[in-house]
């Protein structure tokens, strides 16, 4: 599975949309990506993923570059409830799934 | 409600015992998998099973074993060969090896 590199920390204000960005240069044509979040001391969360085209639901948008080396997970008003580790992977039938240490978003008020 | 659960959620280890973590899900989920993840850190695989009664290692399983005797069930045993067992174990469940993963709340290990 392709690595994904992501910034390390990022804040955001309350009620501001929060783009959480992912390089992911060395993805194959049946990777898709995916991401999840993990609040403290918690299990992770699904929270979208896509292979090409740009994909929302009810938590966040995910953006993915036409070449799909790199994506941007929005979330379009982040509240302090969001503010938690989001990992971008990877992901393509294979099991070992590299998590990384992600972002750390921190939502302020 | 349908969901994965992990039992206990914290587990204290004595030197050279071996202690077993429960992992349960009625997700009717054929694939199942454990995760280790230390302070800071992200998430190393340490074994994942695709279906009963097989099961393969991941990145870090030297010091671990498992079992898959039912679809619903991984328990992941820590033995005593594993060295520095303190860590935040998460199980996880997919309906097939290229699906989301649903994770437990995870089993916090410590040793005495």
């Known amino acids: 599975d392709a690595k994904t590199t992501q910034p390390p920390s990022m804040d955001c204000a309350e009620g501001r949309a929060a783009n959480l960005p992912c390089n992911h240069s060395t993805i194959s044509g049946n990777e898709y990506v995916y991401w999840y979040r993990q609040i403290h001391s918690q299990g992770p969360q699904y929270i979208i993923h896509g292979l090409k085209n740009n994909e929302t639901n009810e938590m966040a948008s995910l953006i993915i570059t036409e070449d799909r080396k790199s994506s941007t997970l929005i979330l379009p008003h982040a509240t302090l409830r969001d503010t938690a580790v989001y990992y971008c992977?990877?992901?393509?039938?294979?099991?070992?799934?590299?998590f990384g240490t992600g972002t750390r978003l921190t939502v302020i008020p | 409600d349908g969901g994965i659960t992990q039992s206990p959620k914290y587990l204290f280890r004595k030197e050279g015992q071996n202690v077993t973590l429960s992992c349960e899900q009625n997700l009717n989920h054929d694939a199942m998998y454990w995760y280790r993840q230390d302070p800071g850190q992200g998430l190393r695989l340490i074994y994942y099973s695709q279906i009963v009664n097989d099961f393969q290692k991941g990145d870090i399983a030297e010091g671990y074993s498992v079992s898959r005797e039912k679809k619903e069930s991984f328990p992941l045993t820590v033995t005593s060969a594993q060295k520095n067992p303190t860590a935040f174990y998460l199980c996880a469940s997919s309906a097939s090896r290229i699906e989301k993963l649903f994770f437990g709340s995870g089993t916090q290990l410590s040793v005495l």
């Open positions: 992977i990877v992901q393509t039938g294979a099991n070992n799934l590299f």
